[in-house]
């Protein structure tokens, strides 16, 4: 706060965060030089405002990881093989398939009655009669056959559910964060920072489905944590607000930072940033082994900022 003078006015120097004068950025900060001159005299893109201007309280939304259209299935089918051939484990016509033989198995819906010849003898208590189709490495496939098996000889293939969520988690392409700081250009010692990330966009969640049990992998924004240099850095809940010009010199309602010091002092005299987006693949196992775990998926960028310690000058 600097009292001049002229005792009808004083003056603070504020971020340039007023109206025109901040643009969202993910900003490589420039060096300039102060000018020298008069009581209102402030650095390059900082601005000396009357204490009384401000501008609209903020109170956006914040910016949150965008959906993903809805939930969607694993990409493509759940696959067995044959004499290294991949075949879809399920047909909806031919059934379950069977990688010791290479055949489709699907019971029967109207099976013939007890007696036929379909039953070679065998009793329906003794088990079952099923359509049996065999495909071929060409593409076509052996004309159906009715079979009795003692047993169902094919069917759901035995998959760890858990390990299919990391599988999940792994395969899903989380953006890589793009950092937005205003003020753009140069920031000041005790003047807000707004700090946001651009293009927050959340991979689409994948389910599997087997009978009795599912896994279902949700991508989760957690936090997101911003390093200027070895110990200072701030964490917030949310990717942040945007910017806008007519939140003056108000402070970020949910992600910003007050600097103590300048990066003068560092050799590049700007401060090297990271922003880490604290992604996690929220995986939710139904069914007899139920369970609800994280896999962590962070993702960082870097940027540079510079910040001013600013003296008015009378």
């Not at 016509?93 to 990688?99: H, I, K, L, M, P």
């Not at 395969?171 to 651009?198: N, Q, S, Y």
Request: some cysteine; glycine content about 12%.
């Amino acid at each position: 706060m600097l009292n001049t003078r002229k005792p009808a006015r004083r003056f603070a120097i504020l971020a340039p965060l007023s109206a025109g004068l901040l643009v969202a950025s993910a900003v490589t900060a420039v060096a300039d030089e102060p000018p020298s001159g008069g009581a209102e005299q402030c650095y390059p893109d900082v601005i000396c405002s009357g204490v009384n201007s401000g501008g609209t309280k903020p109170n956006p939304e914040p910016s949150q990881p965008g959906g993903g259209g809805g939930g969607s299935t694993a990409d493509g089918p759940l696959l067995c093989s044959y004499h290294d051939q991949q075949w879809p484990c399920h047909d909806p016509e031919r059934g379950w398939f069977n990688s010791g033989v290479g055949c489709y198995f699907r019971p029967l819906d109207n099976p013939p009655a007890e007696g036929a010849p379909e039953w070679q003898g065998h009793k329906p208590s003794e088990g079952a009669l099923y359509s049996k189709v065999c495909p071929q490495t060409g593409g076509g496939q052996d004309g159906a056959e009715i079979v009795f098996e003692a047993t169902s000889p094919a069917g759901p293939p035995a998959l760890n559910l858990v390990d299919v969520g990391y599988g999940f988690a792994h395969e899903m392409r989380f953006p890589k964060p793009a950092a937005g700081v205003a003020p753009k250009g140069t920031a000041v010692v005790k003047a807000p920072v707004w700090l946001w990330l651009d293009g927050v966009a959340a991979p689409a969640p994948k389910t599997l489905s087997v009978p009795g049990a599912s896994v279902t992998v949700t991508p989760v924004l957690r936090s997101v944590t911003w390093s200027f240099d070895k110990d200072v850095s701030v964490t917030c809940d949310t990717a942040g607000t945007r910017y806008d010009p007519a939140y003056g010199a108000a402070a970020s309602p949910d992600c910003g930072y007050q600097f103590a010091v300048g990066s003068g002092t560092k050799k590049s005299g700007v401060f090297d940033g990271t922003v880490t987006a604290n992604w996690v693949g929220q995986v939710v196992v139904t069914g007899p082994n139920a369970k609800t775990f994280d896999v962590k998926m962070p993702q960082s960028s870097k940027f540079t900022l510079k910040v001013a310690e600013v003296q008015v000058l009378n």
